[in-house]
């Protein structure tokens, strides 16, 4: 069973930058994709982005493209979101999350929430001057 610790939050100007870190025990992370989610004040929770078991497949909600990278750090156990050119609507807290995949080559990941079986504590991140 995997454990998942975020961190890397904090409170940022608009156009600036912050790299959140989701940190893996437990489990080397070879059998899951990796998700990003985010929940804002009064609202859903929402997927922002994965990555695949095979680290060759990514995916980004349309609002964050261009803008934010996830990576994965085998060595540490660590997927990464660099998120870059923040808006004042990135305001959420962040959620990362493991998928258990049949195949450490899997190249597929998913942003549907029911998906995960395993959730981090969340790491708040506010956009704001």
């Known amino acids: 069973q995997v454990q998942l610790v975020e961190s890397g939050g904090g409170l940022v100007q608009p156009g600036g930058s912050l790299r959140l870190s989701c940190a893996a025990s437990?489990?080397?992370?070879?059998?899951?994709?990796i998700g990003w989610f985010r929940q804002a004040p009064g609202k859903g929770r929402e997927g922002v982005s994965c990555?695949?078991?095979?680290?060759?497949?990514?995916y980004y909600v349309d609002s964050v493209k261009g803008r934010f990278t996830i990576s994965r750090d085998k060595v540490t156990n660590t997927v990464y979101l660099q998120m870059n050119s923040l808006k004042p609507e990135d305001t959420a807290v962040y959620y990362c999350?493991?998928?258990?995949?049949?195949?450490?080559?899997?190249?597929?990941?998913?942003?549907?929430?029911?998906?995960?079986?395993?959730w981090g504590q969340g790491t708040q991140v506010t956009v704001s001057s």
């Open positions: 437990g489990s080397t992370l070879d059998y899951y994709a």
């Open positions: 999350a493991a998928d258990r995949v049949y195949s450490r080559y899997d190249s597929s990941c998913s942003t549907a929430i029911y998906e995960y079986d395993y």
């Open positions: 990555i695949s078991s095979s680290v060759d497949s990514a």
